[in-house]
T-cell receptor, first 117, second 118 residues
Framework: EAGVAQSPRYKIIEKRQSVAFWCNPISGHATLYWYQQILGQGPKLLIQFQNNGVVDDSQLPKDRFSAERLKGVDSTLKIQPAKLEDSAVYLC???????????????FGSGTRLTVV | AQTVTQSQPEMSVQEAETVTLSCTYDTSESDYYLFWYKQPPSRQMILVIRQEAYKQQNATENRFSVNFQKAAKSFSLKISDSQLGDAAMYFCAYRGFNSGGSNYKLTFGKGTLLTVNP
């Protein structure tokens, strides 16, 4: 089975510019996650989608970050305007169903490394 | 809120030896899952082992095993016969309900960088 696809793999932008990341989850996975992983830290959940609806965005800096998952498949995460502290790896993951106790298989993409200069 | 703590930023082990990585967590839930993930330089998270909280028996996967102490909220990973390919960042993760109680979410610790010396 194909994995979680993410693009681009690397991105360098200047502060105050905007940037967008794309994620294509495993086919049939209802739940999609975006994580931010700052160097030397563990991934932090930014937003979680169940199909095309948001179920958790409590840690998403909504003044500058936005995400959408149109048609419940692909997703894009946008930052506008970027700050230096946004430099991180942005990981996308998907799972079958986040409301099912026994469906706990997560598949992660290889992430996008963002550098803001 | 659930929190996951990994108190060892870095660990090293000699090839073929055994190493134990520590993890503690805080939760008020009784039913949850715990995971250890490996993250090599390629950045992709790879599942190493998982433990269901309702199971008393410790999980094992080949050279990897856990010591799950539910009352102490401790979940350590033991790697036996360490190999050069085991070198990576290791993350402990907790799966429990989100704040709304409607969906499960995965919360990670800060990670432990494991070096394997030949």
């Amino acid at each position: 089975e194909a994995g979680v696809a993410q693009s681009p793999r690397y991105k360098i932008i200047e502060k105050r510019q905007s940037v967008a990341f794309w994620c294509n989850p495993i086919s049939g996975h209802a739940t999609l996650y975006w994580y931010q992983q700052i160097l030397g830290q563990g991934p932090k959940l930014l937003i979680q989608f169940q199909n095309n609806g948001v179920v958790d965005d409590s840690q998403l800096p909504k003044d500058r970050f936005s995400a959408e998952r149109l048609k419940g498949v692909d997703s894009t995460l946008k930052i506008q305007p970027a700050k230096l502290e946004d430099s991180a790896v942005y990981l996308c993951a998907s799972s079958l169903e986040s409301r099912d106790r026994f469906n706990y298989g997560y598949t992660f993409g290889s992430g996008t490394r963002l550098t803001v200069v | 809120a659930q929190t996951v703590t990994q108190s060892q930023p870095e660990m090293s082990v000699q090839e073929a030896e055994t190493v134990t990585l520590s993890c503690t967590y805080d939760t008020s839930e009784s039913d949850y899952y715990l995971f250890w993930y490996k993250q090599p330089p390629s950045r992709q998270m790879i599942l190493v082992i998982r433990q269901e909280a309702y199971k008393q028996q410790n999980a094992t996967e080949n050279r990897f095993s856990v010591n799950f102490q539910k009352a102490a909220k401790s979940f350590s990973l033991k790697i036996s016969d360490s190999q050069l390919g085991d070198a990576a960042m290791y993350f402990c993760a907790y799966r429990g309900f989100n704040s709304g109680g409607s969906n499960y979410k995965l919360t990670f610790g800060k990670g432990t960088l494991l070096t394997v010396n030949p």
